[in-house]
């Protein structure tokens, strides 16, 4: 191989080194800033759901936020019912008895919310200053201002981002033990697919779970087979893949 060739090797692989650096780098933060943002804001969620759990109702109306539970008869008007481009949302606006609106959002259509018209009565549940129920015909749904709806979405963040961002760091911080080659060797290539594999994984837990309002603990009951399948199939590959050869040097013999 020539000088210049020999050259534009090593900077291709310096340059390949700093961007599976930076990646490294970030992936580590994303999955540490995770876990951080879990252990300040699922504890004090947990709290305030297990509060309303244990929220009693109120003996009369509340002229201030209480942490009692207050139930009053609304209007349902302005209903939309997909989230749009615009970022629109799933919402409805609920008229109280004595004219007040309130623009209510939910993370999704049901039981309650796509069984409705515009003027048909539901009843809405007041704690906290917040609208945080609807129920009609027997049917609860929860508002976006219900603690109820909040700890899934922090753990579904949890298992999309997470576990696929750790494995991904592994990745990259293996590569790095190469740092001038400028290809991907089997063993940090399959762990980089592997965390694409488990980011895809938590991606479906997440939504089948919210999609169809299932508890906190579905998402890692779903996300754990489909992991297991995910790493199962990294390394059967792995093991089905040749070695990668070393070429060894052919030395020319004087004649």
């Known amino acids: 191989m020539s000088d210049v060739g020999q050259v534009g090797r090593t900077r291709g692989g310096r340059y390949g080194s700093v961007y599976v650096a930076v990646t490294a ?81 939910f993370r999704n259509d049901g039981p309650v919310l796509s069984g409705l018209d515009e003027g048909d009565r539901v009843t809405g549940t ?3 200053g917040r609208l945080v129920r609807i129920s009609a015909d027997g049917a609860v749904q929860v508002t976006e201002n219900s603690p109820d709806a909040l700890p899934e979405s922090i753990v579904a963040l949890l298992v999309v981002c997470g576990p696929s961002c750790l494995v991904l760091a592994v990745a990259c911080g293996w590569r790095l033990r190469s740092p001038k080659e400028r290809g991907w ?33 579905a998402m890692s009951a779903i996300w754990l087979p489909l992991a297991a ?12 893949t040749p070695q990668e050869r070393q070429t060894v040097p052919v030395q020319k013999t004087a004649l």
């Open 229 to 240: 399948l995910a790493s199962a199939l990294a390394i059967a590959v792995g093991r089905q």
């Open 25 to 105: 780098l970030l992936c580590s933060l994303v999955a540490v800033g995770l876990l951080a943002f879990a252990g300040l804001q699922l504890p004090r969620t947990v709290e305030r759901d297990r509060a309303l759990k244990e929220a009693v109702p109120c003996r009369s109306v509340p002229r201030e936020p209480a942490d009692c539970l207050w139930r009053q008869p609304f209007t349902v008007t302005a209903i939309h019912l997909w989230s749009g481009r615009r970022g629109d949302g799933i919402h409805a606006t609920l008229i109280s008895p004595g004219g007040g609106k309130w623009r209510t959002e």
């Open 185 to 217: 060797r089997r063993g940090p290539k399959l762990t980089a697919a592997l965390a694409a594999g488990l980011a895809g994984a938590g991606l479906i837990a997440a939504l089948v779970a919210l999609k169809f309002g299932l508890p906190l603990w």
């Open 126 to 128: 007041i704690w906290r």
